[in-house]
């Protein structure tokens, strides 16, 4: 076998990418005695396959003759942890739905209709004023935190 087909082997067999016909050349090539200097170090991985599919399980068996089977241990079932999260996350999803619904009901609002248009501009007017002192007031309380949090941003970077 040539020694550059063993090497575009090698190269597909680390990638993943050989079929079952070429591993078995890859292996017959690795198991004969005559290896090039530079394959032997992957020559030890196919020789430790080698080794390793020739180990038998002992057969075990009882007074009366009879294999018996080894059991392997079961694993908990994942599934009722499963169950019992969605249960939480359902439980959790209700309470925190009725607590906004408790806060909406108990909000009151006042409905009104104005006929008036005059009287309504003043309405709105008001609203308007009410939305804008808001937003002052939030405007406000970002202008004294930002440079803190730049400061703080500063101080971190300084510290790496």
């Known amino acids: 076998m040539k020694f550059e087909n063993i090497d575009q082997l090698l190269e597909k067999y680390w990638e993943g990418e050989t079929n079952l016909q070429e591993e078995k050349e890859l292996r017959a090539y690795f198991n004969a ?6 394959h032997k170090e ?8 080698k080794s390793e599919s020739l180990i038998k399980m002992p057969e075990i068996k009882s007074e009366s003759n009879k294999v018996v089977q080894l059991k392997t241990a079961r694993k908990k079932p994942f599934y009722f942890y499963r169950i019992a999260a969605i249960g939480l996350v359902m439980l959790a999803s209700i309470i925190g739905i009725n607590k906004v619904t408790q806060v909406a009901q108990s909000t009151n609002y006042q409905i009104t ?5 005059k009287q309504a501009l003043l309405i709105t007017k008001h ?4 939305v804008k002192s808001k937003i002052n007031t939030a405007n406000s309380a970002i202008k004294e935190n930002v440079p803190k949090v730049a ?3 500063i101080i971190k970077n300084k510290i790496k």
């Open 42 to 49: 992957s020559a030890s991985i196919f020789q430790f396959y």
């Open 113 to 117: 209709e104005v006929e008036d248009p």
């Open 151 to 153: 400061l703080t941003n």
């Open 127 to 130: 609203a308007l004023a009410l």
């Open 33 to 38: 005695n005559n290896i090039a200097e530079r």
